[in-house]
């Protein structure tokens, strides 16, 4: 994405990452098999990166010291939060929807951040200032930088890191379906009354000498 982002712009291969990432999410949610779904879920994960690399270099082109480093780390929270949040809007969807609710909920957000980029995300990156790709260059600092072994070392630990992050998102979103599921067959935002409070059982019923239960 970076290069690619050098060549042709910004915004370009936003929109093109953003585009590619709805149609994965509609090739999820219509995915017969589960290989045709692994197929689809691997082309998401390749697209998805646009948002996170290309957004940290419109950072860089617009700002400088301070402003670029505060604005760094604004994005840097949002990527922390976001683990925190997916399982819980998973959760919800799952409570009353099948898992393809998931990607159907993935392709509208998609489509809506296509529709907020196009419209009032400006180019950042002057032509002037674009870098044509050169594909046996661009080959050479690859290898270059994977016989780095202190790059394949923090490399693998940044993955390693991403990896379990991503497995625990995943478990948690059936948790919450389920914690979700309990509260409801159980009635537990009912029995936490006053009544109960006070250390009182009725049977929810009006309150009657026949049906008032006390201990």
């Known amino acids: 994405h970076g290069a690619l982002s050098d060549a042709f712009g910004r915004k370009p291969v936003i929109l093109a990452g953003l585009s590619v990432f709805l149609l994965a999410s509609i090739g999820c949610a219509l995915?017969?098999?589960?290989?045709?779904?692994?197929?689809f879920r691997f082309i998401q994960g390749l697209s998805a990166g646009v948002g996170l690399i290309v957004g940290r270099a419109v950072i860089r082109d617009?700002?400088?010291?301070?402003?670029a480093q505060r604005m760094m780390s604004m994005?840097?929270?949002i990527f922390s939060i976001a683990p925190a949040?997916?399982?819980?809007?998973?959760?919800?969807i799952l409570s009353w929807s099948h898992w393809q609710g998931i990607f159907w909920f993935l392709t509208a957000l998609t489509a809506l951040m296509l529709l907020v980029v196009g419209l009032f995300l400006p180019e950042s990156h002057r032509i002037e200032k674009r870098v044509p790709i050169h594909p046996v260059s661009l080959t050479q600092s690859y290898a270059l930088m994977l016989k780095n072994r202190r790059f394949r070392l923090l490399a693998f630990a940044g993955t390693r890191t991403q990896h379990r992050m991503a497995a625990r998102i995943e478990d948690a979103g059936f948790e919450i379906r389920d914690m979700i599921a309990w509260?409801?067959?159980?009635?537990?935002?009912?029995?936490?009354n006053r009544d109960n409070h006070r250390g009182e059982k009725t049977c929810g019923c009006k309150s009657t000498p026949e049906c008032d239960v006390r201990p």
């Open 62 to 67: 617009v700002y400088d010291g301070n402003d």
């Open 85 to 92: 949040i997916a399982p819980i809007i998973g959760g919800y």
């Open 75 to 77: 994005v840097s929270m």
């Open 183 to 192: 509260v409801y067959s159980s009635g537990f935002p009912k029995s936490h």
């Open 31 to 39: 995915a017969d098999t589960l290989n045709q779904l692994l197929i």
